[in-house]
């Protein structure tokens, strides 16, 4: 079965999001740690495979692709050649190869590109939304329980997570009867 993929312009996106903007301001490399560490969780949330792409000019090393964990790759392309061009190049190289091809940017040329290359396109402030809302579902599913036909909203506390017998064992430690 073919997975999604999401190719990601990194910088397009720091600089789209005021959040990491702001940290960008302090610390470029802090910047990409945490769009990493988000777009990890979200791509394995959503089962998305993902390249995340930095363009070689804003650091001070060659080009390297690492792989981050299966299924995630962090590229940093040489000083002479653009993120959008890597992305275009691996759009290409991709179609066909997966169901969707998305790419995540705000330029409004790369987006044509994309498109005519047969990707799909999607702007850095909707990924941002997208990732909120994954969040969301993300936290729902895990403080959710279903008893029967009712559903019942947990705060997924450890007592949430004992036996009958030992709860009541923890409580009556808890009042000094044991």
Do not use: C
């Not at 000019?57 to 940093?76: C, D, Q």
């Not at 179609?95 to 702007?123: C, F, H, M, W």
């Amino acid at each position: 079965m073919l997975k999604d993929i999401l190719i990601i312009d990194g910088y397009n996106v720091i600089f789209a999001w005021a959040s990491l903007k702001k940290i960008a301001k302090e610390s470029l490399e802090h910047a990409r740690m945490e769009l990493r560490n988000q777009l990890l969780n979200y791509g394995k949330y959503k089962d998305y495979e993902v390249i995340l792409v930095f363009d070689g000019s804003y650091t001070k090393s060659a080009a390297t692709v690492e792989v981050v964990t299966e299924g995630f790759l962090e590229v940093y392309t040489d000083d002479s050649e653009t993120a959008d061009a890597f992305i275009e190049r691996e759009v290409f190289l991709r179609k066909g190869k997966y169901t969707n091809v998305y790419v995540v940017t705000s330029d409004g040329a790369e987006q044509n590109q994309i498109l005519g290359s047969g990707g799909l396109r999607i702007p850095a402030r909707e990924l941002q939304n997208d990732i909120r809302l994954a969040k969301q579902e993300e936290r729902l599913q895990y403080t959710h329980k279903h008893y029967r036909d009712r559903f019942v909203i947990s705060r997924n506390e450890v007592h949430d997570q004992l036996s009958p017998e030992v709860a009541e064992k923890l409580d009556a430690l808890r009042k000094g009867q044991i």
